[in-house]
């Protein structure tokens, strides 16, 4: 069975920087495409980032736009989130998300399109 784990949160000072890591193991097929989402309290979750295991797009939320690249080790089984200028509003749980089915809507965030999920490592930006 497919197991995500996500690693590299913490406490950072607004304008600081974390990389993020979503491990992959116990599957051997190919997936459709990575995700990275947040859920900050009390707001629903969205997505941040995702890119596709076929051709490599990806896609961005606006407001991480210029901030944020996500990126892929096949050769690990390891997508990345490199954050960037980061601002307390950035502050929340991090989720990585695989989706295997080839539904469009996963290279746009659509959670539903997701079928594995990881436990997700939190982030916190504060001075």
């Known amino acids: 069975q497919l197991q995500l784990v996500e690693s590299g949160g913490g406490l950072v000072q607004p304008g600081g920087s974390l990389r993020l890591s979503c491990a992959a193991s116990?599957?051997?097929?190919?997936?459709?495409?990575i995700g990275w989402f947040r859920q900050a309290p009390g707001k629903e979750r969205e997505a941040v980032s995702c890119i596709s295991d076929t051709d490599g797009s990806t896609y961005y939320v606006d407001s991480v736009k210029g901030r944020f690249t996500i990126s892929r080790d096949k050769a690990k089984n390891t997508v990345y989130l490199q954050m960037t200028r980061l601002k307390p509003e950035d502050t929340a749980v991090y989720y990585c998300?695989?989706?295997?089915?080839?539904?469009?809507?996963?290279?746009?965030?659509?959670?539903?399109?997701?079928?594995?999920w990881g436990q997700g490592t939190q982030v916190t930006v504060s001075s």
């Open positions: 116990g599957f051997t097929g190919d997936y459709y495409a």
């Open positions: 998300a695989a989706a295997l089915a080839p539904y469009l809507e996963a290279l746009f965030g659509s959670s539903w399109a997701y079928d594995y």
